[in-house]
Structures are given as C-alpha cells and as structure tokens.
C-alpha cells in the first residue's frame, strides 16, 4: 500500500528503534475540511539511513529547547519516538521520546518532551523528516525486496546465477 500525494499526508507519530519494531502512522485534510487517518505501517524492516540522518538533525532542537546539555549532541542521543499534533491556527506541536547513552552506567536514560509548539528551521526538518517517512511507508527501505523468480538481486539490478552444487564422489561403505 502506498500513501496518496493528494490530499497530502502529514505525519502524525513515529516510532523508531534501530535493530526493533519501526511504526509509522499519517493524517491529511481535504479541501472540505475533512479528516482522513491513514492506516498506519509496523514493521521490522528498517528506514533507509537519511530518514535516521533526518531525525538526527532534529535532535540539537529539542535538547536546546528542553534545556539538556548541549555535548548530548555528540551522537549518544536519538529520537526514537516523535508525535505530532496539526493545530487548528495552523502551527505545529511536537512531542519526543529521546534515548541517551549513559557510557559509563552502559545503559539508556528515556526522556519525553512535553509537548511544545515549532516553527522555523524545526519545523524544515520536521518537513525533511515526514518526506523520509512517507518514502519508507511507499516501500523505500533498508531491505531489498526478494525476487524469487531470478529476475534481480532485490535491488533493479540483475542477480548473479548460484553456482552449481558439484556432487563429490563417495565410495560405498561396505556393510
């Protein structure tokens, strides 16, 4: 299933965790005002790296706005959660779920935002990160699709052919 171009969907929460479940799920309004919800996407097939690269760029945004320590930046944060919510006066909130790498304790700290309004370059990368998100949804991911009738490698490109299985020659065993 693929997400329609019109009306335009908008994201409305992800979840995103490397080596785990991903999920995805997306809103539009029609010219008419009326709300359409999408059905959403789990799955364990992961995102391709830009749409992780997108979420990273918003990261240094929240942490300055929740007033965390700036050298969280370093790559020891992600956003692995991130609702979205479409105001009537056409702003946009966000609300995200953040997973820091405490090295020394070798474990995780989990902090969620409160809910708060962006605009600006927050909200470009917001934009960066629903087209990544939508592309995943239509099929762009991290896993090749298989074809089982020999045609590509999963990628458009053609498959090289397996080798043959040679046969070794066994003496029989007497009884």
């Known amino acids: 299933m693929k997400l329609p171009e019109?009306?335009?969907p908008r994201l409305t929460y992800l979840k995103a965790r490397r080596q785990k479940r991903y999920q995805v799920e997306f809103e539009s309004r029609t010219e008419d005002g009326k709300h359409v919800t999408y059905p959403g996407?789990?799955?364990m097939a992961a995102p391709l790296p830009r749409f992780f690269d997108a979420l990273k760029a918003l990261v240094p945004d929240v942490l300055t706005k929740c007033?965390?320590?700036a050298d969280w930046i370093d790559g020891e944060t992600s956003i692995v959660e991130l609702w979205v919510t479409y105001n009537e006066d056409e702003s946009i909130s966000i609300k995200a779920k953040l997973l820091h790498n405490l090295e020394d304790l070798e474990t995780n700290w989990t902090i969620t935002t409160p809910q708060y309004e962006?605009?600006?370059v927050e909200e470009k990368k917001l934009q960066r990160i629903e087209r990544e998100a939508i592309a995943w949804f239509?099929?762009?991911r991290e896993q090749g699709e298989l074809d089982f009738d020999g045609g590509t490698a999963?990628?458009?490109e053609a498959a090289d052919p397996a080798p043959p299985i040679e046969e070794e020659e066994t003496e029989a065993v007497p009884a």
């Open 118 to 120: 962006i605009g600006g």
């Open 6 to 8: 019109d009306p335009k």
């Open 67 to 69: 007033e965390l320590p």
């Open 154 to 156: 999963g990628n458009g």
């Open 41 to 43: 996407l789990k799955t």
């Open 138 to 140: 239509n099929g762009d």
